[in-house]
Nanobody, 119 residues
Framework: QVQLVESGGGLVQPGGSLRLSCAAS????????MGWDRQAPGLQRELVAR???????NYVDSVKGRFTISRDNAKNTVYLQMNSLKAEDAAVYYC?????????????WGQGTQVTVSS
């Protein structure tokens, strides 16, 4: 059994910053890619950022230059540093991890953390 536990969401003013964290815990597993998606009300879930096991990253165009994804492999944790936040960044952010557990490789998802951008 694997759990992804997110933290760091909240209310921030436009132009402000937040740092999301997501830690994977549970039975022995191996982690490949990790990342963050988001979903705003009435919109489809979209990929925000991904980071491979080797540290390669990719971002949706709308967050390039403002968001930074990183990971600490020793802690099985992925981070999303969000700077210069805009109203359109408001959404529920979901952590995900591509894991190998008991010989099976699949994606796992966190419960989501709310990010609100408002003055």
């Amino acid at each position: 059994q694997v759990q992804l536990v997110e933290s760091g969401g909240g209310l921030v003013q436009p132009g402000g910053s937040l740092r999301l964290s997501c830690a994977a815990s549970g039975s022995a597993f191996s982690i490949y890619g990790m990342g963050w998606d988001r979903q705003a009300p009435g919109l489809q879930r979209e990929l925000v950022a991904r980071i491979s096991s080797g540290g390669s990253t990719n971002y949706v165009d709308s967050v390039k230059g403002r968001f930074t994804i990183s990971r600490d492999n020793a802690k099985n944790t992925v981070y999303l540093q969000m700077n210069s936040l805009k109203a359109e960044d408001a959404a529920v952010y979901y952590c995900n991890a591509d894991l190998l557990l008991s010989g099976m490789r699949r994606n796992y998802w966190g419960q989501g953390t709310q990010v609100t951008v408002s003055s």
